[in-house]
């Protein structure tokens, strides 16, 4: 059981890192759902980990990214089919 809550603390660790290097590369977008799902995963890992291990202030804030990121995730949601309407606009106007 402790093997499998640092193996999924460290993959938390390597989402976030991931997402934030991938984003500071140009490879994603700050608006990328991918960007977004990357965060929310790792934190959720970070939560397990963090909370199993008693670093409760490090849980919690985990609990709050997860937020952020889900929220993050609602509002690529609501602006993609605006996007789409308006790309498809911008073809019938030229």
Known sequence: MKLAVEVIGWLGAL??????????AGRLKPQSPLYHLMN????????LNSGLNGALPSAAMNVVW???GGYALI?????????AV???GERDSR
């Open 66 to 68: 997860m937020g952020i």
């Open 75 to 83: 509002k690529c949601r609501q602006v993609a089919p605006v996007a």
């Open 86 to 88: 308006v790309r498809e």
């Open 15 to 24: 989402l976030i890192i991931g997402a934030y290097a991938l984003l500071s």
């Open 40 to 47: 929310l995963f790792g934190a959720a890992a970070f939560v």
